[in-house]
C-alpha cells in the first residue's frame, strides 16, 4: 500500500488517495492490506477496554479498527446519510455509541454544507473556498445543506469520560472542535490540509494550553509516523507551514504526558 501511495504522489495524484483507499471493497486484497496496516498502527495507542472518540466518522473505517484493538467506540456523525450507515453496520453493538451530531466550540447548531462526496462534507465555508480554489477538489460540489447540532469535546468526556484515543476529521473544522476541549486526553488526532494550515496551527496552540503534549505526525493515509522522535508544539507548527507547498494532507497527533 505504501508503494501505492507513492506512486499516486509521484504521478501528483497523491490528493486524491484518501477517496481511493476509502472506496475498497472489503474483499479487495489492498483493502485486506490497508485495514491490518491500520490496526498495527493504532494499536500502539490503543489497547482493549480503552474509549475511543471517532470525531467525523464518516461510514465508520475508523470505527471498525478500533473495534478490532478491543476498544469502546463513541462514533460522532453528523451527516444524516452517514448516520443511517452508521446505525445499519453499528447499531447493534454494544461497544459502539452513535452521536448523531458535530462538535465545536460550543453547543448551538450550524449549517453543514453537504458535498457529492460525504468524506468533503464540512461546516467550514472558508476551507470549502480554499480546497476549490486549489483546484484539489474543484470538480465536487457542496450543493445541499443540513442543519445539524453542534455539541462539544468536553460535553462528550462529561457524558461517557476521557478517551485514550480520539480521532478527528472534520474537514477544516478541527480547530472549532479542538477549541471546545478544555483539558488533555491521552492522544488527540487531527487532520491538516495544504490550503488550510492555520486550523491545524490553531488547533496545536490551543492544545500546548491543557498540558505537557508532544507531537507527531503522518502523511496522507500511509499510517506512518514521519518523526521518530515525538516534537514540540512550536517545531511541528514550523514543519507544517514547510509542508504547505508540497500540496499534500496528513494527521498531526498530540501525546499528552500524564
Avoid at 504522489?9 to 475498497?24: E, G, M, Q, T, W
Avoid at 466518522?57 to 443511517?84: D, H, M, T, W
Avoid at 483539558?183 to 490550503?195: G, L, W
Wanted: with cysteine.
Amino acid at each position: 500500500m505504501n508503494t501505492i501511495i507513492k506512486l499516486l504522489h509521484a504521478a501528483k495524484l497523491y490528493r486524491f488517495s484518501k477517496f481511493i483507499v476509502n472506496s475498497l471493497a472489503p474483499l479487495n486484497p489492498l483493502y485486506i492490506h490497508r485495514r491490518k496496516k491500520m490496526k498495527e498502527f493504532y494499536s500502539r495507542f490503543i489497547s482493549k477496554g480503552d474509549l475511543c472518540f471517532d470525531i467525523g466518522a464518516n461510514l465508520g473505517n475508523r470505527v471498525e479498527v478500533f473495534l478490532k484493538l478491543g476498544a469502546y467506540v463513541i462514533a460522532v456523525e453528523p451527516q444524516r446519510s452517514c448516520v443511517l450507515k452508521l446505525h445499519k453496520k453499528f447499531g447493534a453493538n454494544p461497544d459502539v455509541i452513535i452521536i448523531p451530531k458535530a462538535l465545536g466550540e460550543s453547543e448551538g447548531s450550524a449549517e453543514l454544507l453537504v458535498s457529492d462526496a460525504s468524506t468533503i462534507s464540512s461546516l467550514s465555508k472558508e476551507w470549502i473556498e480554499q480546497v476549490k480554489a486549489s483546484g484539489r477538489f474543484s470538480t465536487y460540489q457542496w450543493n445541499k445543506s443540513e442543519n445539524v447540532t453542534i455539541t462539544t469535546f468536553d460535553k462528550l468526556i462529561e457524558n461517557y469520560g476521557v478517551p485514550v484515543f480520539a480521532k478527528i476529521d472534520v474537514e477544516g473544522f478541527e480547530s472549532k472542535v479542538i477549541s471546545g476541549l478544555s483539558q488533555p486526553a491521552k492522544v488527540i488526532s487531527f487532520e491538516f490540509t495544504p490550503e488550510f494550515i492555520k486550523s491545524a496551527v490553531d488547533s496545536i496552540k490551543h492544545l500546548t494550553t491543557l498540558g505537557k503534549v508532544s507531537f507527531n505526525y503522518s502523511l496522507g493515509e500511509t499510517m506512518t509516523l514521519v518523526l521518530s522522535e515525538w516534537t514540540s508544539g512550536e517545531e511541528m507548527i514550523t514543519i507544517l507551514i514547510s509542508l504547505r507547498e508540497k500540496m499534500v494532507f496528513g494527521d498531526v497527533y498530540a501525546w499528552f504526558k500524564t
